[in-house]
Structure formats: C-alpha cells, structure tokens
C-alpha cells in the first residue's frame, strides 16, 4: 500500500519539475489527505529517498547500526548489524535497478552485459559490489559495506598488552601484513594501526576502493581504475605502488595485496621503506605469508627459494584477524616471520589470547 502512495507522490512531484518539500508536502496531501503526523513523516522520508536518495534502500543505509545491505538474487534483502547476515524482507527488482543507475550514473561507470560486474564508491565512502546476470545467474546482486564516521580504535580489536605490542611495532617501523577472511575486518584494523604512526610523516595509500581514513596530518590517497572498452586505460595497484615510491612516503600502506602487485611490495619493503602496512586474505599468519609467495611466483619466474627469501627479508610481522560466529573482529594472533626457518616459510608467534608470549625481536 505504502509504496504505490509513494510511487503516486513521485509521479506528481515529478510532473510538476519542482522537487521541493513544499511541492512534496502538497501532493502527499492530495494523494492522503487523511494521514497522521507519523505516517506523513514516514512518506516524506521514503518519498524523499526516491527523489534524491537510494530509495527502498535509504533507511538501511541510513541505520547507524547497519554495517553493510546486501541484495540476493534481486528481490531478497538482508543487512548485517555486525551480528551476521539478517533477512529483512523482499525489494522489487526495479527498484535495485533503480539503485544502481543512480549510483553509477555520476560515477560514469557501466554496468551491462560487456561489464557485468562492478565495483565502485559512494559519496559518503560506503563500497559498492553489484554482479547482474548473466554472471549473476539468479539475479542482480549487491552488497554495499558502509563507510564507518567513526574509526574504530584498536581496543576494539585487543586488549592493552595487544595494543601496546602494535605500538612497539609500528613505533620500530616493522613491515606488517594484515591477514584474515573475508569482512573479518582486516581493512578497519589497518585503519586503526596508522593511528600509531607518529603526526607529520608522509602516508601514502593504496586502494582498489578507498576505505582508509589515516587521521595525521600528511597523507596522499591513490586508488585503482578499471579500465574499459571506450579506451579508458587501466591503473592497477602494481602501477600505483610504482608512483607511490616516487611520491617520497614514510609509509605505504596498501589496502589488500592480491595480484602482481606482491612484487612490488616486497621489492619496496626490501629496498629501505620501513614500516609498510597491508593487508592480504588469508586463513593464518603462515597461509599469508604462502599466499603472498603465490602471487610472486605467478607473476615472476623466480625460483621458490628466491621468492622465500626476498618475502623473508621484507615482512617482519603478520596480525591475523577472524571474526566469531557472533559477528565480533578481533585479533587472533600475532607472529613475527622465522628468517632462520628454511624450506617452508614459518612465524613464531608472539601474541595470542590476550598475552604476548615472547618479546618482539629487533628486526629494525
């Protein structure tokens, strides 16, 4: 009922080609005069966030509690309020149409059946993901993971003697790899760890989609570019590192490390930029360390033995993070890289269940 009063209203509003509050209010009043105070508040909210908003879409994205809204098979919706996924109802397809040309149409970005899939960014920082059919072979997907106001901080994450271990590190300059699944909270923690990194040095970062929020006074914000069919010429993360060691950084932080660009931040690390954070997807500190050996061995002809060492000699540290069946983050454990282990790439842990096991050793 609600929303072919608001579909009405819209019409009438539009029609008109005046979207003022004043022109929304009259026509709500034609179309119901008989509404309360709270159900006429409710329409103008929903009639508002067809008009210059994300329509049925708006509230969730508006829930402060509401971390990411996720569309499946282009009628279910389902939130997650960092409790896990949560069904909230059914959406009509067109009205995620709707969505996506709104969002994508500023951005100059394309979504058909050339380009199927697409990532992209919001104005307030919120990322997008949207996959239609044919790849999509349900329905159109989504899953929009909203950008946080607030950082979170690290106690968040671990307790005091967790923070104060990633104090020393960072405050040592140790090349660190963030690892951990998928929305473990990898890329928030990331965030958090540059709060540490002393005022006035040069951070410069690297994203795919831009998450970070480094709050010191010197940062330089780079982010990758598809490219596409009309010409537009690709910028992957492997160019961005490149630049960025000519943009003089104290620190290259690098949102997640998943293709070439592993050369290039092993390379980096190895050559004198100390105190390099990134983050990789991984399921223990020792599967990212293999992963990141993958990667290079993919993109190189390198020897395994080469590859261990140049990755040996340039992460010092890995922080694991997981997420419960509960939906809480946190740090699972710390390991630093064993540089006298041979074959296999090892750590020895150095931080798990709220206790540092051993002392940091002094790698910088």
Known sequence: MLDSVVKEVCSIVRSRRDTSIRVVEEAIRSVAPLLGPTEKDVLIRRVEAELHGFGALQEFLDDPQVREVMVNHATELWVDKNTGPEFVGTIDPEKVDAFLERVLTPLVRRLDLVNP?????????????????????????????????????LGAFLDRSGVQLLQEIVHRRCNVLVSGPTSSGKTTLLN????????????????????????????????????????????????????????????????????DEAVELVQAM????????????????EDALRRIEALIMRATNWSAEVVREHIRNSIDVVIHVARSVTGVRAVAHIAEVDREARGSLRTRMIWCDSQQLVPLRNWR
């Open 270 to 285: 190895n050559t004198g930029h100390d105190g390099t954070l990134a983050t990789c997807h991984a399921n223990s500190a």
């Open 117 to 153: 899939v697409v990532d992209a960014r919001l104005a307030d920082g919120s990322r997008l993901c949207a996959v239609i059919p044919p790849v999509a072979a349900r329905g159109t997907c989504l899953a929009v993971r909203k950008f946080a106001i607030t950082p979170i901080a």
């Open 192 to 259: 958090a760890i540059t709060e540490l990194v002393p005022d006035g040095e040069r951070i410069v970062t690297i994203e795919d989609t831009s998450e970070l929020q480094p709050r010191t006074s010197h940062v330089v914000g780079l982010e990758s570019r598809p490219g596409n069919n009309e010409g537009l010429t690709e910028i992957t993360a492997s160019h961005l590192l490149r630049a960025a060691l000519r943009l003089r950084p104290d620190r290259l932080v690098i949102g997640e490390i998943r293709g």
